[in-house]
């Protein structure tokens, strides 16, 4: 998923550069197939962590807007991450995408703010309201479903292969399923 989610950012046009935030060598060996800017995460002691990490890179750096995504949504085209990100206003902006289930955060758009803490645990989608009311932000929420179909188990598996949006893909997956 890793290497689908890679690839469509690559060929995202208001995408500049890819940050991956990652203690694990294989997925930087992935990475640098699509130039990705390596942050090693020394603790991997979860996605907070590693949003902050990169928080902190684009913050000095002077990256004005980021676009956080796990790498489980591998459903995603790069014209999907373009109108997201087409919908970015301002500093004062920050836009949400939640999973299918309404239970977490499929992709965030805002401006890399230093003191502007994510959350990323169970239930993250309600959760990312607290860190943006702080900072004063004014949200929107995108129903991109493409974006909002994660695979976090076997019945997400199923699902997205049910879909079939990316019928080469889907059938990697049926060859992993069916090899085991």
Same mark, same amino acid.
């Given at each position: 998923? $890793?290497?689908?989610? $890679?690839?469509?950012?690559?060929?995202?046009?208001?995408?500049?550069?890819?940050?991956?935030?990652?203690?694990?060598?294989?997925?930087?060996?992935?990475?640098?197939?699509?130039?990705?800017?390596?942050?090693?995460?020394?603790?991997?002691?979860?996605?907070?962590?590693?949003?902050? $990490?990169?928080?902190?890179?684009?913050?000095?750096?002077?990256?004005?807007?980021?676009?956080?995504?796990?790498?489980?949504?591998?459903?995603?085209?790069?014209?999907?991450?373009?109108?997201?990100?087409?919908?970015?206003?301002?500093?004062?902006?920050?836009?949400?995408?939640?999973?299918?289930?309404?239970?977490?955060?499929?992709?965030?758009?805002?401006?890399?703010?230093?003191?502007?803490?994510?959350?990323?645990?169970?239930?993250?989608?309600?959760?990312?309201?607290?860190?943006?009311?702080?900072?004063?932000?004014?949200?929107?929420?995108?129903?991109?479903?493409?974006?909002?179909?994660?695979?976090?188990?076997?019945?997400?598996?199923?699902?997205?292969?049910?879909?079939?949006?990316?019928?080469?893909?889907?059938?990697?997956?049926?060859?992993?399923?069916?090899?085991?």
């Amino acid at each position: 998923m $890793l290497d689908e989610i $890679l690839q469509v950012i690559t060929e995202t046009k208001s995408i500049d550069d890819t940050i991956l935030v990652s203690k694990d060598e294989s997925a930087f060996d992935i990475g640098k197939k699509f130039n990705c800017i390596e942050i090693i995460d020394d603790t991997e002691s979860g996605v907070n962590n590693a949003v902050s $990490l990169a928080n902190e890179f684009l913050v000095k750096h002077g990256y004005d807007c980021s676009v956080v995504l796990p790498q489980d949504i591998p459903l995603i085209f790069p014209h999907d991450l373009d109108n997201l990100i087409g919908f970015y206003q301002d500093k004062k902006n920050a836009i949400i995408v939640p999973s299918r289930h309404f239970d977490g955060t499929n992709a965030l758009v805002r401006m890399p703010l230093p003191h502007m803490k994510t959350r990323y645990d169970e239930g993250s989608y309600k959760f990312q309201f607290e860190p943006i009311k702080t900072a004063q932000m004014n949200y929107s929420l995108a129903l991109i479903h493409r974006i909002m179909v994660d695979i976090d188990n076997l019945i997400d598996v199923n699902y997205m292969i049910k879909l079939n949006i990316k019928p080469a893909f889907c059938d990697k997956i049926r060859g992993v399923f069916s090899s085991n």
